[in-house]
């Protein structure tokens, strides 16, 4: 078993190695902490990040802030760049993916409802994506609390609360297929089962749901390919993964927002490896953590509502590349 240092004050960083079935472990690289997300005036910082976003071509640091309506961009050293403000097109900015030639497509309060919506990549609103297709036919309203892109931008995959249903389409939001995320969905009360992310890693999809204790994984089509995780309190157990991200070395890094910790699990073994960060205030503690970005460089970014947080950690393999 390794333990790494205490990254500040009395909250110490969880290492311990342990596999979810009890076997020993591969060896994997201690993650440290090394930078907060601020914006340069003390006096305006992030409300509340929905989601973060690391966009592996750019190295550009997306963040929706639902509280200041707006989206805030950072660089890979931590340096802000700009801002999207909201206003009449679209208002609470929940999640969002970039695609290859710098467009965004944006999940946000949109006229009614949540919804998604194409912006250059200045910010200026395109046209809203509306979900359409003979299968949403006897389907509740989509509700759609995050959204991500195939790697040529081609398809959007789309979480629906609603429906609790991935929606695979095309650019124009036409459905190509579906993926339904319970494994009952007769059995299910709606109020009891929570989607987290999407995130797509290489040719992965990967989907968390909170409620089941589980990461998903499916190829780019939405065929299954293993799922990721044991739901429970104790070290190595995932007690509410809210999203989750692929390395190059075939590791997943899940964030759990009920433990309030980070994990590394093997997804050819199905192991967990490794657990990191710990619960409190401290620089690199965390508090009610909701998504991760892995990028390129093999830095981690994990928001937080409380305070308006996003951490920065470093010391992890670089996001996994398309084939």
Request: hydrophobic share 40%; net charge negative; with cysteine.
């Amino acid at each position: 078993m390794r333990r790494l240092s205490a990254i500040s004050g009395s909250v110490l960083l969880a290492a311990a190695i342990l596999a979810a079935g009890g076997a020993g472990a591969e060896d994997v690289a201690a993650p440290a902490y090394r930078q907060l997300l601020k914006l340069p005036t003390q006096a305006d910082q992030i409300g509340f990040p929905g989601s973060v976003v690391a966009d592996v071509r750019t190295g550009e640091v997306f963040i929706p802030d639902i509280r200041n309506r707006r989206i805030t961009i950072f660089d890979q050293r931590g340096m802000f760049l700009y801002q999207i403000a909201g206003g009449e097109q679209f208002t609470g900015p929940r999640d969002l993916a970039v695609d290859p030639e710098g467009y965004i497509l944006l999940a946000a309060q949109i006229d009614e409802g949540v919804g998604l919506a194409w912006l250059d990549f200045d910010g200026l609103f395109i046209r809203p994506v509306t979900l359409t297709g003979d299968a949403l036919k006897d389907h509740e309203l989509p509700e759609l609390v995050s959204v991500a892109l195939s790697p040529d931008g081609e398809k959007i995959y789309a979480l629906d609360q609603a429906n609790f249903t991935m929606w695979i389409t095309d650019r124009d939001g036409q459905v190509e297929s579906s993926v339904l995320l319970i494994p009952d969905r007769e059995t299910e009360s709606p109020g009891d089962t929570l989607l987290g992310h999407v995130d797509v890693y290489g040719d992965k999809v990967l989907v968390a749901v909170p409620s089941l204790g589980l990461v998903y994984v499916y190829d780019l089509e939405g065929e299954p390919i293993r799922h990721i995780g044991r739901k429970g309190t104790a070290p190595c157990r995932t007690g509410f993964p809210m999203a989750a991200a692929l390395d190059r070395n075939g590791n997943v890094i899940i964030i759990d927002q009920q433990r309030t910790i980070g994990m590394i699990w093997s997804l050819e073994s199905g192991k967990c490896l490794q657990e990191f960060s710990g619960i409190g205030r401290s620089p690199g503690a965390m508090y009610q953590p909701n998504d991760l970005a892995l990028d390129s460089r093999g830095n981690v970014y994990v928001s937080q509502g409380f305070e308006g947080r996003v951490q920065v950690y470093k010391g992890f393999a670089p996001a996994a590349e398309a084939p």
